[in-house]
């Protein structure tokens, strides 16, 4: 249960590289909390999650943070940590952009956010499916 309610925020997360999957037509609540931070409530497998998102001035991802199920210290004990993906470059594949460098991983956000990254992307080709 537990690895289940994780990968449903990391799934959650993820999102943000196929933005037609975050379409209010897909059960996703939209909320703009000022002009550059927007919140999106989703349910995956029945886990809610809310994604904290920041824009820039274009409209492009800065950072996606959200309360993610997990037991980051492996101490055994599970519970909700802060978790994001920090965007460093937005590239354009077709009609698509999408945050396509960065970083991700827990306690982003805090200080601990240096210790927490464990995963880099740069993503240089996309083709999405039909």
């Known amino acids: 249960d537990d690895v289940t309610r994780s990968a449903a925020g990391r799934a ?3 999102a ?7 379409l209010p037509r897909f059960g996703v609540s939209w909320d703009a909390t000022s002009e550059h931070d927007l919140q999106a409530g989703l349910t995956i497998d029945g886990a809610d ?19 993610r199920w ?3 210290d492996e101490t055994g004990t599970w519970g909700l ?12 594949f077709g ?5 396509a460098v960065g970083t991700a991983g827990w306690f982003h956000g805090t200080d601990r956010w240096a210790s ?11 083709k999405p499916v039909a």
């Open 70 to 72: 997990g037991d980051p």
């Open 49 to 67: 999650v809310t994604l904290h998102m920041r824009i820039d001035d274009e409209g492009h991802l800065e950072r996606v943070r959200l309360d």
């Open 16 to 22: 943000v590289w196929v933005p037609t999957s975050l």
């Open 95 to 99: 009609p698509f952009s999408i945050p």
């Open 81 to 92: 940590h802060p978790f994001g993906f920090q965007v460093t470059e937005t590239r354009r």
């Open 116 to 126: 927490g990254q464990f995963f880099e992307c740069d993503i240089t080709s996309l």
């Open 12 to 14: 959650a997360g993820e």
